[in-house]
């Protein structure tokens, strides 16, 4: 698995790794955080969300370009620059007025800006690595490694993200609960009803830091409260960037060789670089059109898992776990299965006896830590929205291994498909993903009828847990395998700026993230999810429609 790849992919992983963490620590908490501080609607936040989401993706485009012309680490250092002045600017408690919007929506396009400059040119300079003929045949094995290690960092920032809240509210002997936001702004709008604010003030007698308070005075303090709790969640992305840029500079020296735009590699050795006709420029060019069509409502789906995914994790799914659900609960459980995975391949995989008698050991040692681990957990878990988020990068680092084994069998058979077809499968496999959420959404109130409160009737959280298993299948078969193939397929003058472009068609996608939150209090919960497979199900026709003319530009 990690055999035979050359040392720079490993720094480059980390060093994304480290950023993801923070980047996803943010995202997790962030559509609550505009919720709760700001009162937005559920229409509004899903906006906010999807355009940030949509600029975060489409300025490696301009990133691309621009490292096309000056070089992919030089962009790579002036990006962590600018996100670490985006991630303080937010991690800054400011009030909840205009300064405020300002200060919030002008980290928001530093972060967007800084990301465009760092993470798709990182990813070139992985892609450098295999222009190498000796490490050619292992470039879709390291984009899936690669792949791995940034859901390395994002498994861990949910939890992160919900330890800095709790460790904050804790201090005013509060604690969090998913009523409150939208209850204590109808209180300070003058629009909660007579329900609600007994609902309100029943809540508040539980929590020993609002004895004696009115609800007026209530709502405003733990608002503010609570939003000081997501700051210190922000404020994690300025430490693990400070760790990105260690890692990063620290072992430059590892890939420093990959680190060049095609006009320097071609003044470096001339007759290695091999010139494209003009046809065959744009036929390549067209070919990766098609791809970026299809992943545009890729992850237009799959970026429900931070909006309407999130709503569903707040106002349908129960909040508390038991029984065999809790060890989902236990990031150090899921640590432990996750790096079980990789022992129990070694045992299979290492070449001398004491190798494998080692990996059995640490497999054993790891299933008997979840086990400890589980066993002393209490019989009820209490479950924050924001918990659901660390599913999807466990499923993606446990399942890596086991899909570089699947295609790896394929591929010694000759029968391994092509990036094209796995990116068509993909979409396939996410519309039946939303087939869970649909069958677990009938006889549920329509977000209308809540109007913005808990629903009463509360599904088991295995039906998220479920769905992000299934749409985490697809994700390794189009995200990896998406990035591998714009690496390979891209003209050599243009690599920066189709590597943005990929992101590009993301940041569309995740614009249009947006239209089922639109959507969220005009129709049927389940009617939201159907929406979502009938446009995975319409992409994955489209891509199998193209597929000839798409692999034949390629050869």
Not at 495 to 507: E, N, R, S
Request: overall charge positive; glycine content about 8%; proline content about 5%.
């Amino acid at each position: 698995m990690f055999k035979g790849q050359p040392k720079g992919l490993f720094a480059l992983a980390l060093a994304n790794t480290g950023e993801r963490f923070g980047y996803y620590t943010m995202l997790a908490i962030f559509l609550l955080f505009i919720q709760a501080k700001f009162g937005f609607s559920a229409a509004a936040a899903t906006q906010i969300y999807s355009i940030f989401l949509a600029g975060v993706y489409f300025m490696p485009f301009f990133g691309g370009i621009l490292a096309d012309k000056i070089g992919y680490g030089k962009c790579v250092t002036i990006g962590i620059g600018v996100m670490f002045a985006g991630y303080l600017c937010l991690a800054i408690p400011t009030a909840p007025d205009l300064a405020g919007k300002i200060m919030m929506f002008g980290a928001l396009t530093l972060i967007a800006i800084g990301t465009g400059l760092f993470k798709g040119n990182l990813q070139v300079m992985v892609g450098n690595l295999y222009d190498d003929p000796k490490y050619a045949s292992k470039r879709d094995a390291a984009f899936s490694l690669f792949y791995m290690a940034i859901n390395l960092g994002s498994m861990f920032a949910p939890s992160m993200a919900k330890a800095m809240t709790n460790w904050s509210l804790s201090k005013y002997d509060l604690f969090y609960n998913a009523n409150v936001p939208a209850l204590a702004h109808q209180m300070m709008d003058g629009t909660i009803s007579a329900e609600n604010l007994a609902n309100l003030q029943g809540i508040a007698a539980t929590m020993p830091g609002a004895a004696g308070m009115d609800m007026a005075t209530f709502a405003p303090y733990y608002i503010e409260r609570l939003s000081v709790a997501y700051n210190g969640g922000f404020a994690v992305a300025c430490v693990s960037l400070i760790l990105s840029v260690a890692i990063y500079y620290g072992c430059r020296s590892w890939f420093k060789h990959a680190d060049v735009n095609a006009k320097q590699a071609q003044a470096a050795n001339p007759a290695a670089e091999v010139e494209l006709t003009p046809e065959q420029t744009k036929s390549r060019i067209g070919a990766l059109v098609f791809v970026f069509a299809v992943v545009i409502f890729f992850w237009m789906a799959f970026h429900q898992n931070g909006a309407t995914m999130t709503f569903f994790a707040r106002d349908y799914t129960a909040n508390t776990a038991e029984g065999g659900l809790r060890l989902g609960f236990n990031i150090w459980c899921l640590v432990s299965i996750a790096a079980s995975v990789y022992t129990l391949f070694s045992v299979f995989q290492s070449e001398t006896k004491k190798a494998k008698i080692t990996s059995a050991i640490a497999t054993v040692a790891l299933w008997g830590l979840a086990a400890a681990l589980y066993l002393k957990m209490p019989q009820v878990v209490n479950i924050q929205p924001s918990d659901f988020q660390q599913f999807n990068p466990f499923y993606v680092v446990a399942l890596t291994p086991v899909s570089l084994a699947i295609f790896g069998a394929l591929a010694k058979k000759g029968k391994e498909p092509s990036a094209p077809r796995k990116i068509g499968l993909g979409m396939f496999v996410a519309a039946a993903g939303f087939l869970i959420l649909t069958l677990g959404s009938l006889g549920l109130a329509s977000p209308k009828a809540l109007g913005g409160t808990v629903s009463p009737d509360l599904v088991s959280p295995s039906w998220l847990i479920s769905t992000y298993l299934v749409l985490t299948f697809a994700e390794l078969l189009l995200s990896p395998m998406g990035i591998s193939f714009v690496s390979k397929v891209a003209p050599p003058k243009y690599k920066g700026m189709m590597m943005g472009g990929w992101f590009a068609a993301t940041a569309i996608g995740n614009y249009l993230v947006s239209v089922p939150g639109l959507l969220w209090m005009r129709i049927p919960l389940w009617a939201i999810w159907v929406v979502l497979i009938a446009i995975c199900l319409v992409a994955g026709i489209f891509m199998f429609a193209n597929m000839k003319r798409i692999e034949s530009a390629t050869k």
